[in-house]
């Protein structure tokens, strides 16, 4: 597997744990007291949530060169994209892209 492949692995996954903590903070906030630690923390969860937001930008950066590099169809990037803005589903997402780039002919990698 190329470089660009395993940094989209790698990104994948970190952005996808790192979407679960951010949706996973958020409900916690809206449904416990000041008091609890998700609000006094407030603060290092909204760095957690831009650095989200940094990676994710990274992660749309990494599909559009793999999918340019392997001619994947616009409907695969498409939904590549949009998987991953879903918990859970973007582990999925990601496991299908690499399969995808393991299938692809040795000419394209």
Request: charged content about 15%.
């Amino acid at each position: 597997m190329s470089r660009t492949a395993t940094a989209y692995r790698a990104i994948a996954w970190i952005v996808g744990v790192n979407l679960i903590f951010v949706i996973t903070a958020w409900l916690a906030q809206l449904s416990t007291s000041d008091a609890s630690w998700w609000n006094r923390n407030a603060g290092f969860i909204t760095v957690v949530d831009m650095v989200h937001g940094y990676l994710f930008m990274a992660l749309l950066v990494l599909i559009a060169v793999l999918a340019r590099r392997h001619r994947w169809k616009p409907a695969f990037v498409l939904t590549t994209a949009l998987f991953a803005t879903i918990p859970f589903v973007s582990f999925w997402a990601e496991r299908r892209a690499s399969a995808a780039l393991r299938a692809a002919p040795a000419s394209t990698r």
